[in-house]
């Protein structure tokens, strides 16, 4: 019988809030849902699931994507082979999918942000969400990486909580080991905690106009952050950046200068109780996204709320 | 190129007049003598000191002895390029000039968006009897400052009834600061694309709006047996004799600012001189420097597009003081890049900057 | 030290309005420039500074059409010794294909290897799967997301992923292995006009695709669509000074500026 196997993403004892996007997807593809998840003792979701396999892998081994290649092995064992694999769109996930796709010689789409039952085909971004293709897979079982925000409001709560079944897991291998986690650097400045974020990006064309945002950030009492590519060139200083890779923030006021929307930044900024936009592009996809918006020249906004709020 | 730049900083008799005669030197760790000095013993130079330079080109001019230190600190930018060692932001300029045919990255595909603003028609080059191009340059195709100034431009040869066309898309950025970075092989990519479009068209006249882009067309393109001019040497005796009208009148003191490389670097400072005062109830004055000896704005030499590390006074805010002193409202210019770096300093000291044909468009 | 590295060349649609065709067939590039994949840039930048270290040399090599050897002459002058063209004219949308044709390439050219780099994800079709697909095809060990690269010794490399909200995690990687560079790791340097015609003067080996196993593509594209016009936001019009006086009463209602 064909079941969905979603492959929950933990770290650090956390079983991430991503998760539940599969877990809507999962619902969506309607399947039995198993949920597959590593030994350790933290929340899961196991009354969004049919299922629940408990691999007798701690946390370190399971994210290993050459040993979750293994545990796969020992689910198909146990279970017969799913119709779909699911991992979250993440640093671990994307890199567990990809593997175990080559490995097992499976299809796999990545960042699936939609899914259309009928046509039976997944939504792919492509060009930074400018256009989407939608993909079939031409085989089971197929993997999915699934996109945070895309789904969550389709996890289904059943009737009780689904029982762990433990799954014995296989030896980890030697050719990849963990060594250790390495926190960021500290310093005084959580944008998470911020209220009022001023947040820049690729946009404001180049470090010396930095200076101005931070006397605007100043002037507004508000805190400067920024985008990918501005802490990539060393703009700013990687605790500022906002995004699947730097923090995810939900301020009450979130003003974006510059900024034109990857999803990977949206994704950090999306639940802020108000999203304003400042783009000189009118097709900037952070519109999408954004309560209020103005289209012009970000140099010549901040130079003029600098003056108006000054003055 | 470089045989010749060896035997020419030999006949360096390190007089210093370059230096004297630099806008950078004095206030920033600058020193064009210096730099000579160094290239003629072949002696290391600290990397950050050749972004300083502006290309104003005041040192080549008022050297006796024809060493062209403007170019002996291209030389020097040529081999940091090469080297892969140059600023982050203008690796970005030079990257996007290479993709899309500007520095800022903007799509070449909208090059041509700025006559969305106009209400009738401007033919491709191509299309015109006279073959007479307009050249608009980068920052006035896309930055929505400078956007008004072809804007106004087009309106104004109408008015005078002068034909022209534009390449639109088919505009490559002239490539005059791309060769003052440095970057040698980018800016004859650009050469080579632009003169096959002047080629295939058959241009005959080139008007550029930038006196950067006049310079490298005029100068710096070989010899195409193309006439090139800044516009207002086309407009200025269409004003002169009346063939634009201008019924209306700006009456306030305006000084004119001379762009280097419109002023002492091509000798054209009579016709934006004639268009201001031809133009009713304005008083037109002059800066002490001015002429061929105006003060550079820093805008030129790749400086419009990355900050140097020392902290200085700009020329920029020194010009307006000197504007707000000699009692002007408005300092005039016929230079986008003049325009961009006068602007903010002189907000902030309540004077307007306006580029000529935004003086014009107000009286016609 | 052998690094193989691998560098596509892309649309470049960053500041491009994309127009989908007929039916949802193909989406117009014809007016759209091309350049290097952004984090090809950073890999090939990596690769060239690890042999600078520790000895040993660098190939590049794309999957494409003809005009990739942009992108190879582009590494060449970074510090790569050769590039390798794998020549097709097929847009392979499946990562898998690509996976296969370069392990296919790889394993029959006898190409050698202890360290092959791709880049997490192409800015095109951003499926960021091609490393781990190959790996997992080789039977390689891999890491992708991959940040720094701090210690590179005969059998092993110590490198750090980076993970979510800033953290990192170091991670043991013995070679021969795969890894997928993330954006970041360095600055890559500039490359100079002259310099990509001086790469010219160093030979690019063409190889046509079809010479090599890719197996048949596991998924399909059935077609591209626009995405869905959300809410969109409330636009602020009117004059500069204006918009901003509006922008500054909306601060006030959120309570955040007095």
Excluded at chain 2, 152 to 165: D, S
Aim: net charge negative; charged share 25%.
């Amino acid at each position: 019988m064909s079941y969905t196997l979603i492959v929950a993403e933990v770290r650090r004892g956390v079983f991430e809030e991503r998760n539940l996007d599969s877990l809507g997807l999962g619902a969506l593809l309607g399947d039995e849902a198993v949920l597959l998840v590593p030994d350790g003792a933290y929340e899961a979701a196991d009354k969004l699931v049919d299922a629940v396999l408990k691999i007798k892998a701690p946390e370190e081994v399971y994210l290993n994507p050459m040993n979750m290649g293994k545990i796969l092995e020992a689910v198909f064992a146990a279970r017969g082979k799913p119709d779909h694999i699911l991992f979250t769109q993440s640093s671990s996930g994307m890199e567990a999918a990809a593997y175990a796709a080559g490995l097992f010689g499976m299809p796999v789409i990545t960042d699936v942000s939609g899914y259309d039952k009928d046509a039976g085909v997944f939504l792919k971004s492509y060009y930074s969400d400018k256009v989407f293709g939608q993909f079939k897979a031409a085989g089971a079982p197929a993997i999915l990486t699934v996109r945070s925000g895309s789904f969550r409001e389709f996890a289904a709560e059943k009737a009780a909580a689904a029982a762990a079944e433990a799954i014995e897991g296989a030896a980890a291998v030697e050719t990849r080991t963990f060594v250790e986690y390495v926190e960021e650097e500290k310093t005084d400045i959580d944008i998470t905690k911020a209220e009022f974020l001023l947040s820049v990006g690729r946009g404001i064309g180049n470090q010396d106009e930095v200076a101005g945002y931070e006397e605007l950030a100043g002037v507004l009492k508000a805190v400067l952050s920024g985008s990918r590519p501005v802490i990539d060139k060393l703009w700013l200083p990687k605790a500022r950046q906002v995004g699947t890779s730097g923090k995810t923030v939900k301020p009450k006021v979130y003003l974006a200068m510059g900024i034109s929307g990857a999803f990977q930044h949206i994704a950090g900024m999306k639940d802020s109780d108000c999203i304003i936009a400042v783009n000189k592009d009118p097709g900037a996809p952070i519109f999408q996204y954004a309560h209020y918006g103005i289209i012009g020249d970000i140099h010549k906004v901040r130079d003029k709320l600098k003056e108006l709020a000054k003055g | 190129m470089l045989e010749q730049a060896a035997t020419r900083v030999l006949t360096c008799i390190q007089c210093g007049k370059c230096t004297g005669s630099c806008p950078e030197s004095g206030r920033t760790p600058f020193n064009v003598r210096m730099l000579v000095r160094k290239k003629q013993f072949q002696s290391a130079v600290d990397e950050a000191l050749p972004w300083y330079c502006t290309s104003c080109g005041a040192c080549t001019i008022r050297c006796p002895r024809d060493v062209k230190p403007s170019e002996v600190v291209i030389e020097l930018r040529a081999k940091l390029v090469e080297d892969g060692d140059i600023p982050v932001a203008l690796q970005k300029a030079l990257e996007n000039t290479f993709v899309q045919k500007n520095p800022w990255g903007r799509s070449r595909n909208k090059r041509a968006d700025w006559l969305e603003k106009l209400d009738f028609e401007v033919p491709h080059v191509s299309e015109t009897e006279s073959k007479r191009l307009l050249f608009v340059c980068c920052i006035q195709a896309y930055d929505p400052r400078c956007m008004v100034i072809p804007v106004n431009v087009a309106r104004l040869f109408k008015a005078g009834g002068l034909e022209f066309g534009i390449l639109g898309e088919q505009e490559a950025c002239c490539g005059n600061e791309i060769r003052r970075i440095g970057e040698a092989g980018l800016f004859e990519e650009l050469e080579e694309e632009n003169k096959a479009a002047f080629e295939e068209y058959g241009v005959k006249e080139i008007v550029a709006l930038s006196p950067h882009c006049m310079n490298a067309l005029k100068k710096e393109y070989g010899d195409t047996g193309i006439k090139v001019v800044h516009y207002t040497e086309l407009l200025a005796p269409l004003v002169e004799e009346g063939a634009i009208k201008l019924p209306g009148s700006f009456g306030k003191k305006v000084i004119y600012h001379d762009p280097c490389f419109l002023g002492k670097q091509n000798g054209v400072f009579d016709e934006p001189r004639s268009i201001l005062s031809a133009v009713p109830g304005l008083t037109l004055l002059e800066f002490s420097r001015s002429r061929e000896v105006s003060l550079c704005c820093e805008g030129g030499g790749g400086r419009m597009f990355f900050e140097v590390e020392a902290t200085y006074q700009r020329n920029a805010e020194v010009r307006v003081l000197d504007a707000v002193d000699k009692g002007a409202e408005v300092i005039a210019t016929a230079c986008p890049f003049c325009v961009m770096t006068l602007e903010d300093p002189a907000t902030e000291k309540g004077l307007a900057v306006k580029e000529l044909s935004e003086i014009l468009t107000e009286v016609l | 030290m052998n690094i193989l590295v691998f560098t596509k060349r892309v649309a470049a649609t960053q500041e491009e309005e994309l127009r989908i065709t007929g039916e949802g067939q193909a989406v117009d590039l014809s007016k759209v420039p091309f350049k290097v994949n952004d984090w090809d840039n950073y890999s090939v930048e990596e690769a060239v500074r690890i042999v600078d270290k520790s000895g040993g040399s660098v190939t590049a090599i794309s999957i494409g059409d003809a005009e990739s050897d942009e992108v190879l002459r582009r590494a060449i002058a970074m510090g790569a010794r050769d590039g390798f063209l794998v020549e097709t004219g097929d847009v392979l949308n499946d990562p898998f294909t690509r996976g296969e044709l370069i392990r296919s390439f790889v394993d029959k050219e006898k190409v050698p290897f202890d360290i092959i780099l791709t880049g997490v994800q192409s800015e095109d079709d951003q499926f960021g799967a091609v490393g781990g697909i190959l790996a997992g095809l080789m039977g390689l060990p891999y890491a992708s997301m991959v940040i720094g690269i701090d210690a590179v010794e005969k059998d092993h490399v110590i490198i750090r992923r980076e993970l979510e909200g800033g953290l990192q995690e170091k991670v043991k990687v013995a070679t021969p292995c795969v890894l997928s560079i993330q954006s970041g790791i360095n600055e890559p340097r500039y490359v100079s006009i002259m310099g990509i015609r001086k790469a010219s003067k160093v030979e690019r080996k063409v190889f046509k695709a079809d010479g090599y196993e890719k197996g048949s593509p596991k998924i399909e594209l059935i077609k591209w669509v626009y995405p869905e016009k959300k809410g969109g936001a409330t636009m602020l019009d009117g004059e500069l000074a204006d918009v901003c006086g509006q922008l500054l009463g909306i601060l006030k209602e959120k309570g955040v500026y007095q």
